[in-house]
T-cell receptor, first 113, second 115 residues
Framework: AQSVTQLGSHVSVSEGALVLLRCNYSSSVPPYLFWYVQYPNQGLQLLLKYTTGATLVKGINGFEAEFKKSETSFHLTKPSAHMSDAAEYFCAVSVGGNEKLTFGTGTRLTIIP | GAVVSQHPSWVICKSGTSVKIECRSLDFQATTMFWYRQFPKQSLMLMATSNEGSKATYEQGVEKDKFLINHASLTLSTLTVTSAHPEDSSFYIC???????????FGPGTRLTVT
């Protein structure tokens, strides 16, 4: 079975600073990896995903993530935080041709003006 | 494209009554739909997976007789919470996946409050 660990349930960064949200996964087969963002009382929006191929994945709103198999990681970064980035972020994994997603516990990102 | 809607967005019901939540894929056909439950400030927990025209597959610990799922068409799935109790109060989110993609498209969620 696959699992996802998100280190840091809360992360605060200053506006304009680097955003780094950590995600490690466990899977016995090559995973598909996702980052989603959730704003209050809303559903999830896909930021980016890794399936196969290039390990550096660029997503919407200036976010990107790098798949590192040796570290079983898929950390999310953004060079310069914006106030609108304040939200809950979820890392997720799916494997084996099944669309079933396993989510991490989420990281709440706060942006300090 | 790939829009998923949920109705209602917010519902309050009395303990013991049943409530139905609809999930629709508006611009694509969803062979598979998923229902999640999210408690405040927690992650999404998959409740069940439904495929059009077949019975839903429930995750361990989810009462299939309490959470009735119907996926009658390629664009509509419903979740009925039967004999609701206050502990069923939660945020319910559906997602839909087309046959051609591994990607799930999420609805905006339904907040259920049972009084």
């Amino acid at each position: 079975a696959q699992s996802v660990t998100q280190l840091g349930s809360h992360v605060s960064v200053s506006e304009g600073a680097l955003v780094l949200l950590r995600c490690n996964y466990s899977s016995s087969v090559p995973p598909y990896l996702f980052w989603y963002v959730q704003y209050p009382n809303q559903g999830l929006q896909l930021l980016l995903k890794y399936t196969t191929g290039a390990t550096l994945v660029k997503g919407i709103n200036g976010f990107e993530a790098e798949f590192k198999k040796s570290e079983t990681s898929f950390h999310l970064t953004k060079p310069s935080a914006h106030m609108s980035d304040a939200a809950e972020y979820f890392c997720a994994v799916s494997v084996g041709g099944n669309e079933k997603l396993t989510f991490g516990t989420g990281t709440r990102l706060t942006i300090i003006p | 494209g790939a829009v998923v809607s949920q109705h209602p967005s917010w519902v309050i019901c009395k303990s013991g009554t049943s409530v139905k939540i609809e999930c629709r894929s508006l611009d694509f056909q969803a062979t598979t739909m998923f229902w999640y439950r999210q408690f405040p400030k927690q992650s999404l927990m998959l409740m069940a997976t439904s495929n059009e025209g077949s019975k839903a597959t429930y995750e361990q610990g989810v009462e299939k007789d309490k959470f009735l799922i119907n996926h009658a068409s390629l664009t509509l799935s419903t979740l009925t919470v039967t004999s609701a109790h206050p502990e069923d109060s939660s945020f319910y989110i559906c997602s839909a996946a087309p046959a051609t993609s591994r990607e799930q498209y999420f609805g905006p969620g339904t907040r259920l409050t049972v009084t």
